[in-house]
């Protein structure tokens, strides 16, 4: 009899989906995540498009429900050290990392991150604000529990500070806490671990880094959050004030031979999304999209960009930007129209603009290579998790009993990642089935 | 609450179509005036007339009801029943002297957020025009 | 009426609501209503925080109704009614009040009536809360069999791992063979696979599993039934038989562009699929060919994107000048719609090989010419200005699959819904994208959007999973929203059977009254079409009762 425990490594969308059907299925899973919270990408997420969902909205219930499920074993803040054995029966080390908040009696209230005096730059929100030493990760987190940051906290930096000690009225700070070892039997590993944005420094000609209105496309999402950094206020860097004109570029450090060769897939339509999010904030405003290939290929898509240019404006103009210079905090972006109407000029053009964002290539996540030599599973040319025959077994992965779901695998958006998490699952349940001859009805 | 101009006007709309078109209508932030109140129910067919004239009688200003377009109905044939009643009822308000245009049906998709924002608005655009409404009466004893 | 003991938790949905509505006003004034003993706001009810206070309050307040003010019901009513259940209380006496969709998302720029439209909604919510009784919902055994509609890889992958897990499956084909649209494949890209090598295991595997009945030259004739038992009817077929689950995986077709581009009354003038026919002949030497994409896609009465058509084209285009070095080959498209990581270095090796894109204007489309047979075609280039004049012994026209004619009738037969360009409509774009709606029954494949095989399998895998949920079970609840008649009042007249869409009333001997209504519960799907037809007032709806109802009237009215 094989073993019916699953191991799921990822806790967004794909890792978050397939836990829940595999639990649904009759299997013990165990889902691991490296963050203190499950809810991966789409918690960064403000909408979702095309449907312009509120993207914690539907995200939040579906952590609830995987948390809460009786067969699902959350562990978060932890890590897969190694993996051995094969289908069947994998033996799996995971690192639970400290915390130095007792799980059991933390009550999520909140009263140590009001104590504690040390800020750090909050990778939630990509940096744009600052979070403190002991935090929860954004507000609907799932486990709803506290996390120290080791590595910026004032006690175990100078010994000094545990305000978060003395304001916890139910105890649960425990300084002396150490890493745990966790050893499981599983029938099976899914993949989950979801992406990156790449670092747009590396184009130097954009200027991201250099000229302040210059944002990533994941920053304008927490910006346009109504839980992020600015509360939903679309503000300039710079100055803080509202942009009258916004340019997207697609394609930054994608389909380009020098830095990513592969396309991201869902930047046209995140663009596109967040071009009639801006609109919607700020009806007077004008944006521009720069694309190569408008990508628009998805169920509602079309519709989508349609509504874009005709309810709300968006111009969208066929060009690779070359450069963006900057004046007194405008950036300026240099361009070329490549598409000709008879007879007229063919000339670099440029255009004014308050802020741009470079919609930026998404990439394996950082972890990737690490876990995968762990799990022992290949990686193709780019680094995505590789999958032998993508057109018969397309969550298979190069071992056996391993599958890979979500963007781990090749850039995909939200439906195509669910699609693929749940389609694990009955991978996962075909293989872990023990072969029956048939039931009475 | 209510005055010449704010009139209170009470919607019904059903689960699986015009409820949805209503919350598409806000996830797209569609701003309408802020008189029509929705109430969920399965079906339109739930809609008795009594409640549309219960509703009247005690001086709400306008009734609508909502449902799915005639041929989608999610049981089939509710909408049929609903379009049915409806054309009664309205001949049954102008009997008993009320403007039967305080009582009104509309077909709404799940998909049709937008719709869903014009009917609002015209709905209320013409119950005002109508001013309040002159029939009141006191709820019964009990 | 038993004392009413109700609390009122308000959300703000971080700004969503609170940023519009002045939730603590509302608190308040909620505190004051009738029957209320306790009421707080929160920033996210639905969050862990949130559940946990609720939990809390109920105890520590001795709530026995819940009303909770925030988004949609359609988004969290199930979340908040396992929390009632968590705390000890019915899941049924629990009310949800919408003052986000409803409220505070569009009166965004009048927050005063916002807030006091809010009040009047929560005002409606507590009045009903008064009238809310504990329900039982009615469990329901799952029949542990599956039937799949379409022999296609869809069909065939979905069935094949059902059938792996145990489970049984009836998969109907209306063709004469297994196989569906990929039988009319030549390769596959990117590494010209024969279709063969994806479909003759599939065949294979369904063909011999024990678990898996196959019907050919069939179709299902009618389903009637809700999820966990489906009573089915297929052609040629005596018995009726029951099933559990359903899957929809019919497909789609090549759209064939009747009176574009001279098709299909110019010589060589083809589609994609009827070029792949004669590619499994052999690579002709052609000299000369040119594909034009976006043919009957992307256009004003058909908007959508065929999604991996600028794939097919790529591959044939390949296939030809592979066999073909000298050959010129032209792709006239759009926009090149090759996404991700496999399709992008494809696109480039097309490109390398020297197959040409130019992209078009579809305000200014190629034309076709040549005198009965095609000679060239002439396109205005878009990326250099000016028209160009290509040499085409061939011309073939990529156009995107679209809809099985049939699907309106399976749609109705189903229960479930079309989207508006024809295919079938999940339950939810986003996050459900192959469930319906109605439960227990599941898409997969181009019946829901065109879909490629990897995608067609990633999604039948998919449906597959969720089917085997429920079957897995054993059993469903059904939510306690369904009719029923109090005898007392009854007087057998027979309205509601009548209106009944789904024959769940039958009149039957009463032994003080004659003939009286009663409902089949399992049958009843809860519309309330029988309770408005019923002129008593003896036919009620758990959760819509005229009671209940006329109190949401009377508490808005009492304003006015």
């Excluded at chain 1, 290949?378 to 979500?406: K, N, Y």
């Excluded at chain 3, 030809?320 to 992008?344: C, F, T």
Aim: charge should be negative.
């Amino acid at each position: 009899m094989k073993n019916s425990a699953v191991l799921v490594i990822g806790g967004g969308i794909a890792g978050i989906q397939a836990s829940i059907d595999l639990a649904n299925l009759g299997f013990q899973v165990h889902l691991v995540e490296r963050t203190p919270s499950i809810g991966g990408r789409m918690a960064q997420l403000d909408k979702t498009f095309p449907t312009n969902d509120c993207s914690i909205c539907i995200l939040a219930p579906k952590m609830i429900e995987c948390a809460n499920h009786e067969r699902v074993n959350l562990l978060t803040y932890s890590e897969v050290i190694e993996v051995e054995g094969q289908a069947g029966d994998f033996r799996v080390k995971l690192l639970k990392k400290p915390r130095y908040v007792d799980m059991n009696k933390c009550t999520g209230c909140g009263e140590c991150v009001e104590r504690c005096p040390r800020r750090v730059p909050n990778e939630f929100n990509l940096f744009l604000d600052r979070r403190k030493a002991i935090y929860l990760p954004f507000p609907q987190a799932v486990p709803r529990k506290m996390t120290i940051d080791a590595q910026n906290c004032l006690y175990f930096l100078k010994g000094r500070c545990r305000l978060c000690e003395e304001a916890c009225q139910a105890g649960a700070i425990e300084f002396e806490q150490k890493e745990e070892t966790v050893e499981l039997s599983v029938g099976a590993i899914i993949l989950a671990t979801g992406f990156d944005p790449y670092d747009v420094s590396a184009l130097r000609e954009y200027g991201y880094g250099e000229i302040e209105n210059v944002i990533t496309g994941l920053e304008f999402e927490r910006l346009i959050s109504a839980s992020g950094p600015t509360s939903g206020e679309l503000e300039r860097p710079s100055d803080e004030k509202p942009p009258q004109v916004i340019a997207f570029i697609q394609c930054v450090g994608s389909r380009d031979v020098n830095y990513n060769p592969y396309c991201s897939t869902v930047c046209c339509m995140h663009a596109t999304k967040e071009a009639i999010l801006a609109g919607e904030h700020y009806p007077d405003l004008k944006s521009f999209v720069f694309y190569t290939d408008l990508r628009a290929v998805g169920k509602g898509f079309q519709e989508y960009v349609t509504r874009a240019k005709e309810e709300y404006g968006v111009t969208y103009i066929r060009a690779r930007p070359g450069r963006i210079t900057a004046k007194n905090g405008h950036p300026t972006v240099w361009y070329e129209e490549t598409l000709f109407k008879e007879g007229e000029e063919r000339k670099v053009r440029k255009m004014e603009v308050d802020l741009v964002i470079l919609c930026q290539a998404l990439v394996p996540h950082r972890s990737h290579r690490e876990v995968a030599g762990k799990v022992g599973v290949e990686l193709d040319e780019v680094g995505f998790i590789r999958i032998p025959d993508r057109l018969s077994r397309p969550m298979d992965t190069s071992v056996e009993g391993i599958f890979a779901c979500g963007f781990c695998q090749s850039p995909q958006d939200i439906p195509d990642s669910v699609i693929q998490a749940s389609g694990a699952a009955a991978r996962v349940a075909e293989l872990l089935t023990p072969e029956r001859a048939g039931r009475d009805g | 609450m209510a005055s010449d101009d704010q009139p209170t006007i009470l919607v019904f709309a059903c689960n699986w179509c015009s409820y949805a078109g209503a919350d598409l209508a806000g996830v797209s932030r569609l701003e309408m005036p802020p008189h029509c109140q929705v109430v969920r129910v399965m079906c339109s067919a739930r809609v008795r007339p009594e409640f549309v004239i219960a509703a009247l009688s005690r001086g709400l200003d306008g009734v609508v009801v909502l449902g799915c377009h005639p041929g989608d109905c999610h049981y089939s044939e509710g909408n049929y029943y609903t379009r049915r009643r409806a054309l009664l009822l309205k001949g049954l308000l102008e009997y008993v002297g009320i403007e039967s245009e305080r009582f009104q049906l509309r077909w709404i998709s799940a998909s049709e957020g937008a719709k869903f924002a014009r009917t609002i608005t015209e709905i209320t655009d013409a119950i005002k025009a109508l001013g309040p409404n002159g029939w009141r009466q006191p709820p019964p004893e009990g | 009426m038993a004392r009413r003991r109700i609390g009122v938790f308000v959300c703000h949905c971080g700004n969503n609501i609170g940023g519009v509505v002045r939730v603590p006003e509302v608190v308040e004034y909620a505190r004051r209503l009738p029957n209320v003993v306790y009421a707080e706001g929160s920033l996210y009810a639905c969050s862990q925080e949130g559940l946990s206070s609720m939990k809390e309050k109920i105890a520590a307040y001795g709530l026995n109704r819940v009303v909770v003010a925030s988004c949609t019901p359609r988004t969290h009513e199930t979340l908040f009614r396992n929390t009632c259940e968590e705390a000890g209380l019915n899941r049924y006496l629990f009310e949800f009040v919408n003052i986000r969709e409803h409220c505070s998302w569009i009166h965004m720029h009048a927050p005063d009536e916002a807030t006091e439209k809010a009040k009047s909604l929560i005002k409606m919510g507590v009045a009903k809360s008064c009238y809310l009784e504990p329900q039982e919902e009615l469990e329901s055994e799952v029949c542990p069999e599956a039937l799949v509609i379409g022999g296609g890889v869809a069909g065939m992958t979905a069935a094949l791992n059902l059938a792996r897990q145990g489970l049984k499956v009836r998969l109907v084909e209306r063709g004469k063979q297994l196989g569906g649209l990929l039988s009319e494949v030549n390769k596959l890209f990117p590494a010209n696979r024969e279709a063969k090598e994806i479909l003759d295991p599939l065949v294979e595997g369904v063909k011999n599993h024990p678990l898996v009945t196959i019907y050919l030259g069939s179709e299902v004739e009618s389903v009637e039934g809700f999820i966990g038992n489906f009573k089915v009817r297929i052609a040629k077929v005596e018995e009726e038989i029951k099933v559990g689950t359903v899957i929809v995986a019919t497909g789609a077709r090549e759209l064939k562009p009747i009176g574009q581009y001279g098709y299909p009354t110019m010589a060589n003038v083809l589609t994609q699929l009827e070029l792949e026919e004669r590619l499994k002949e052999g690579v002709d030497e052609w000299q000369s060919v040119v594909m034009i994409n976006c043919v009957g896609a992307r256009v004003a009465d058909r908007s959508y994107c065929g999604r991996f058509c600028c794939l097919v084209s790529m591959k044939n285009a390949i296939l030809i000048k592979e066999g073909n070095p000298q050959a010129k080959i032209y792709i006239l498209h759009r926009d090149v719609m090759a996404s991700g990581v496999e399709a992008e270095r494809y696109y480039r090796r097309a490109m390398e090989l020297g197959v040409r894109f130019i992209r078009y204007d579809p305000e200014n489309p190629p034309q076709v010419l040549g005198d009965g047979r095609v000679e060239e075609v002439k396109v205005y280039h878009a990326l250099i200005g000016r028209e160009v004049i290509l040499p085409a012994q061939m011309v073939v026209l990529t156009t995107p699959l679209v809809p099985q004619a049939d699907n309106e009738r399976l749609s109705k037969m189903l229960k479930v819904p079309l989207g508006s360009e024809g295919f079938f409509l999940e339950a939810h774009l986003k996050l459900r994208p192959i469930e319906f709606a109605t439960d227990g029954v599941y898409l997969c494949g181009s019946a829901r959007h065109p879909s490629d095989i990897t995608e067609s399998v990633s999604q039948a895998y998919a449906a597959s999973a969720k089917a085997a949920i429920p079957m897995r079970e054993g059993v469903v609840r059904a939510e306690a929203i369904t009719a029923f008649s109090q005898e007392s009042l009854c007087n057998g007249c027979g309205n509601c059977l009548w209106v009944c869409p789904f024959g769940a009333i039958e009149l039957r001997d009463s032994e003080r009254r004659g003939q009286v209504a009663g409902v089949n519960a399992a049958l009843c799907k809860g519309c309330g079409c029988c309770v408005a037809a019923c002129p008593n007032g003896a036919m009620q709806q758990r959760g819509f009762s005229d009671q209940q109802l006329m109190t949401m009237i009377e508490a808005l009215a009492e304003g006015v």
